[in-house]
């Protein structure tokens, strides 16, 4: 069992406006299949990092256009499903409007890819429907852009809340054990322990 870490690169964009990002992609699995968190900008470079691998899914922790423009090419390539919480269907339909996610991501859901488990926890704040992907065996926790190292993710745009996303991580990741390795959807990996003074208190 093992996370790969696959840096694409490409635009984000909302309200008007657009920004040059990258962005981390992660693929768990072992040598027989895999499961990719957040398809972003590349389908071919992620599809050669699946190296011939079932995929299980392409789970999207939130719908912003940067960390699903790449899924439905990728979900061609190898027939996996496309995830989503269904709270951001309306930023999908965004960028895919003739084409839904194949399947939802529901709280407390459980994903299993080469016989681990992932545990979905719903992040609302960066946007309503943004969720973590917790993995307890990996001592892991893949949180796309609620939670990065330094702090919570970006609020102030369209679908977002800045008291919301504290709450959520306050009470569901930082709740969790202190060395659980924060896997973001941009930038370096932390932990938990090391992103608790940077969540402010109510």
């Keep these: 069992m093992r996370v790969q870490r696959v840096v694409t690169s490409g635009t984000f964009s909302l309200d008007g406006d657009t920004f040059d990002v990258d962005n981390n992609v992660w693929l768990l699995g072992d040598d027989e299949e895999v499961l990719i968190v957040d398809a972003a900008h590349d389908a071919p470079a992620i599809h050669q990092a699946v190296a011939g691998r079932e995929v299980t899914a392409i789970v999207c922790t939130h719908a912003h256009d940067d960390h699903i423009d790449a899924a439905v090419e990728l979900a061609e390539l190898t027939g996996a499903p496309i995830l989503l919480h269904p709270a951001d269907h309306e930023l999908w339909a965004a960028t895919y409007p003739d084409r839904k996610p194949d399947g939802e991501l529901t709280d407390g859901q ?6 681990i488990e992932l545990q979905v926890i719903h992040n609302p704040g960066h946007t309503w429907g943004s969720c973590s992907l917790h993995v307890p065996f990996l001592d892991t926790v893949f949180t796309g852009d609620t939670l990065f190292h330094g702090g919570p993710g970006a609020t102030g745009r369209s679908y977002s809340d800045r008291p919301t996303i504290e709450a959520s991580i306050r009470n569901r990741l930082l709740t969790l054990p202190g ?20 969540v402010p208190t109510p």
């Design 110 to 115: 459980i994903i299993s890819v080469a016989g």
């Design 179 to 198: 060395n659980t390795v924060v896997r973001t959807g941009h930038g370096e990996d932390t932990t938990v322990a090391a992103e608790r003074p940077n």
